[in-house]
């Protein structure tokens, strides 16, 4: 939890539950008749229906967020950016919570206040980012953006190349040397957290799908394919009080 007595900046927050908590203990410090039930009378729900959200007993309905966010004086942009929250944090469609995702990178306050989750972001959202960086590699590779595109099986326009290159090569991925050459760049993501798990798994549905279309469209001698199966036992640990 943050600090009580500071106001908890919302663009900070990747979980709903987490900022309405933070939020409602700051509000107990600001205001002395602040309370949970103070808060349920005023968003019109049963005084034990906010303490179920908190405890992730039950999902708040994007009716009752709304008045939630008005009864803490949210902002529009503020208020916006907590039903992306929500979405994230309850839906169940990968598809949804990433549409939700991209909405936030839109808020002015997501991107002033998370810099590198937008790197990476931007990074794994486009595969051809990736697989561009991975061909600086290649004794060949020609910094240029119709060579790449000559060497993608999969077509993707000379414009998305070249906004790729200028990403790579401004965020420091790849590194840009003499006579249309480069090298990998020692940049480093920082893969940690909820954003970076939800974008990764995105970036992996779109590489097995250009591999599964690859399977008819590469010549058998060209490709590489093996598998692996492993057995995963679930296991509980016991843990006890000392």
């Not at 005084?47 to 007993?57: H, K, N, R, V």
């Not at 960086?133 to 590779?141: A, I, P």
Request: proline share 3%.
């Amino acid at each position: 939890m943050k600090n009580a007595q500071t106001k908890p900046n919302i663009f900070h927050y990747h979980d709903y539950r987490s900022y309405l908590k933070d939020r409602v203990e700051f509000e107990k410090h600001a205001r002395s008749k602040f309370s949970l039930r103070s808060l349920a009378s005023a968003v019109q729900v049963g005084p034990g229906y906010l303490p179920m959200i908190l405890a992730g007993q039950r999902s708040a309905s994007a009716e009752v967020l709304t008045r939630i966010g008005e009864a803490l004086a949210l902002n529009k942009e503020e208020a916006k950016y907590l039903q992306g929250l929500r979405t994230i944090t309850e839906s169940h469609s990968q598809s949804m919570r990433i549409e939700a995702l991209e909405g936030l990178q839109k808020n002015r306050g997501y991107r002033e206040q998370n810099p590198k989750e937008l790197e990476v972001m931007q990074y794994l959202t486009q595969w051809f980012n990736v697989v561009i960086r991975e061909m600086v590699n290649l004794e060949s590779f020609v910094l240029d953006a119709k060579w790449i595109r000559e060497h993608l099986r999969v077509k993707v326009s000379l414009v998305e190349i070249q906004r790729a290159l200028e990403f790579l090569i401004d965020k420091g991925f790849i590194e840009k040397l003499n006579h249309n050459k480069a090298r990998v760049g020692k940049k480093t993501l920082e893969c940690i957290g909820p954003v970076y798990r939800m974008v990764l798994s995105q970036f992996h549905k779109e590489m097995l799908k250009l591999a599964s279309e690859s399977l008819d469209s590469v010549p058998y001698e060209e490709r590489s394919v093996t598998g692996l199966t492993v057995a995963l036992l679930a296991i509980r640990f016991a843990v006890r009080s000392p």
